[in-house]
């Protein structure tokens, strides 16, 4: 079995443009005669790579602790796209999902600098898939991203923001993509991580 690591350290990584970034604190150093070393942080819950869940749009939805753990946990697709996904893209993703693994088809990750369009986020909302993954801090156009969100999390489709797939390639594999469980909130950080069993 391979694992893949594909997620962004968290304090180099990238940020949402207005998010902060994240901070590291040195709260106690051996080196300074403490008993221990201890680290303190500070960050945005989407800060690197991180779960999207309905209440970061939605009101009244579930937050992060309340999303049930499948969403996170199961194969899933690694498809490779560059620029804007369309409702064609999208039903083509799933098709090529199904025909490698039928179970990956729940869970659709995507390669390259690809940005979710509200037809193609209706075409992922009407399959019913749990999770969709991009490599962008946020799934929809970084100008306006809340048509595309509220279509997904509407569907109480799980995004996986900030993945790293440049040394994955195409097909089917094991995610693992659970977050921290922080209490009421609108996502959280994740060690987002692909096994391909079949090494």
Do not use: W
């Amino acid at each position: 079995m391979k694992i893949y690591d594909i997620s962004q350290e968290v304090f180099g990584c990238k940020v949402f443009p207005g998010d902060p970034s994240p901070r590291r604190n040195i709260m106690m150093s051996i080196s300074n005669g403490d008993i221990c070393n201890l680290t303190g942080i500070e960050m945005c819950a989407h800060n690197g790579t991180h779960v999207d869940a309905p209440y970061h749009f939605i009101n009244d939805r579930k937050t992060i602790d309340q999303v049930d753990l499948d969403r996170f946990i199961g194969y899933a697709y690694v498809a490779e796209h560059e620029g804007d996904i369309s409702s064609e893209d999208a039903e083509r993703f799933l098709r090529d999902a199904k025909k490698c693994n039928p179970a990956s088809a729940e869970r659709i990750l995507v390669k390259g600098n690809a940005t979710v369009t509200a037809e193609a986020a209706r075409v992922f909302a009407e399959a019913g898939i749990k999770l969709f993954g991009n490599e962008s801090q946020t799934v929809g156009p970084e100008d306006a991203p809340k048509e595309v969100h509220l279509i997904m999390l509407g569907a109480e489709i799980v995004l996986l923001e900030g993945i790293r797939l440049s040394q994955v390639l195409e097909g089917a594999y094991l995610l693992n993509a659970a977050p921290i469980n922080l209490g009421g909130a609108d996502g959280a950080p994740c060690r987002a991580i692909l096994m391909d069993i079949t090494v």
